[in-house]
């Protein structure tokens, strides 16, 4: 059997892809992609993810993670989303989410509606929306409240 064109050009590419230090996966679990740096792409049955040098981005149930240098977006509705802070800012855009945010924080904001954040601790917390529960497990941190029905307390489930 003879092969043509786009068939030799997909061979050619995964022998210089292999090659070249990188590596594809793909088996019962998903496909992933990745290269010497660690940089690479995933799809398995959490969802689809990717990251470089510069931070990543996964789609899954628990909604959108986004990681940018030093800044985590996460937008979320319904769902429980966990991250680690790691001394990052963190932006939250969700809407009757949980969200636990382990370990040190930078600046934290969230907007949305009742969302409720587990907080180890932060620099500091700016709320934008309504019936927003923040829990902090540390220090409460400086906050700006430019929206209504929120609360602020102790306690929660963010480990520090």
């Known amino acids: 059997m003879r092969m043509r064109g ?3 050009a997909a061979i050619a590419g995964v022998i210089a892809l292999m090659g070249a230090g990188c590596g594809l996966s ?7 992609f990745s290269t010497e740096d ?4 995933k799809v398995d049955q959490d969802g689809v993810s990717a990251e470089n040098s510069d931070g990543g981005v996964s789609v899954g149930e628990d909604g959108v993670d986004v990681e940018v240098g ?7 509705g319904g769902e429980t989303t966990v991250d680690d802070c790691a001394g990052r800012m963190v932006n939250i855009a969700s809407s009757d989410a949980t969200v636990v945010l382990n370990g040190a924080c930078g600046a934290v904001n ?3 509606s009742g969302t409720t954040v587990h907080l ?3 620099d500091s917390l700016t709320l934008a929306g309504s019936d927003l529960t923040v829990y902090h497990s540390g220090d409460k941190p400086k906050v700006v409240d430019l929206g209504s029905g929120n609360e602020i307390t102790s306690g929660g489930d963010a480990s520090g």
């Open 70 to 76: 030093d800044t985590v977006n996460i937008t979320s």
């Open 26 to 32: 793909v088996d019962s679990e998903g496909v992933s």
């Open 6 to 8: 786009p068939g030799m």
């Open 110 to 112: 969230v907007s949305g």
């Open 38 to 41: 660690g940089s690479g792409a």
């Open 120 to 122: 180890a601790t932060a």
